[in-house]
């Protein structure tokens, strides 16, 4: 009974030291984890174990798992004062990450304390070096000087500064009175250019608009000229052709018509036209042409009875 005893207490002894061994052996590294061993408190680049099953030394090896993955810290409220000696208020976020995890245990006890106190000196260096009107509209500017700057105090302790962001700047009250009454005249002036603009536009338009009716009513009435010269000029052809073939005699007839109704009116002044003399002509000429006519109508005539008598006498 007391080997029997002695055996089980032996194997229970030895399966205790076997779990601790091996819990002190095997390691699991996680995928945003890098595991740094100190072997009898050393280490080095090729003590730093990539994510997976690990073995350890027992007794021997001590592991320290870093995580790799990006953190923040939020800076609370500082206020510093500018170039111009204007007290602000800022706050802001700083984005970091473990790049060396080596460096990041050995150089540094403390990162996080270390980077928030690095960043609010830092704050204060870059904006007491800017004008407050600087700080106000350059925020992409400061986020980018102070992201510059923390990386490179950051570097030595394996970590890096990615993004910076200032949160919230608050400038003293008068400061705030100013800058909304700046404001509100720049709006001021703004509806006033918006509305002069606007009046402007509109007259251009309605000067535009008269310009363009001129234009189109000048048109038309060159349009209408032209027609009506044409029309014009077809009636003076027209008369001209109808004239050329009026003959003299029409043309006394119709100056004998013309007296005849100027001698049926009652006025007891006459204009007399400068072409009487030659109406006068042509009267004479028209008279003597009928005489002719007549006189030569009347010898046909009594030739032709002479004739006729003679015709009778012979028969």
């Known amino acids: 009974m007391d080997t029997i005893g002695i055996l089980i207490a032996t194997g229970l002894f030895l399966g205790v030291v076997g779990i601790i061994v091996l819990y002190l052996a095997v390691r699991i590294v996680r995928q945003y984890e890098r595991m740094v061993i100190f072997r009898f408190g050393q280490t080095n680049e090729g003590l730093v174990r990539q994510p997976g099953l690990r073995f350890l030394i027992p007794f021997v090896d001590r592991p320290i798992k870093v995580d790799i993955r ?18 602000i208020a800022i706050d802001f976020l ?12 050995i150089n540094i ?35 980018r000087i102070l992201r510059i ?64 009716s001129a234009i189109l009513r000048a048109e038309g009435e ?33 100056y004998l018509e013309v007296l005849k109704q100027l001698g049926a009116t009652s006025a007891t002044k006459y204009v007399i036209p400068m072409e009487l003399t030659d109406l006068a002509r042509r009267l004479g000429n028209f008279l003597d042409s009928g005489m002719d006519t007549g006189e030569a109508q009347r010898l046909g005539s009594g030739s032709e009875g002479s004739a006729s008598q003679e015709d009778d006498s012979a028969g």
């Open 109 to 143: 006890a403390n990162f996080r304390g270390a980077l928030e106190g690095i960043a609010t000196t830092t704050l204060r260096a870059v904006v007491g070096d800017m004008l407050l009107d600087d700080v106000l509209s350059k925020r992409d500017d400061v986020n």
């Open 70 to 87: 990006e953190d923040f810290i939020e800076v609370p409220s500082q206020t510093v004062i500018t170039r111009d000696n204007a007290p």
């Open 94 to 105: 700083i984005y970091w990450k473990i790049v060396d995890p080596m460096s990041s245990l």
């Open 222 to 254: 060159r349009q209408s000229a032209i027609l009506e010269a044409e029309g014009f000029s077809q009636a003076l052809i027209r008369i001209f052709e109808a004239a050329r073939k009026i003959d003299d005699r029409t043309m006394t007839l119709q």
């Open 149 to 212: 700057k923390l990386d490179e105090q950051t570097e030595r302790w394996g970590g890096k500064v990615t993004t910076v962001e200032i949160r919230e700047l608050t400038p003293p009250p008068d400061v705030q009175d100013s800058m909304n009454r700046v404001l509100t005249a720049e709006r001021t002036r703004r509806a006033i250019v918006t509305e002069s603009e606007g009046e402007r536009q509109s007259k251009i338009n309605i000067a535009e608009g008269e310009k363009q």
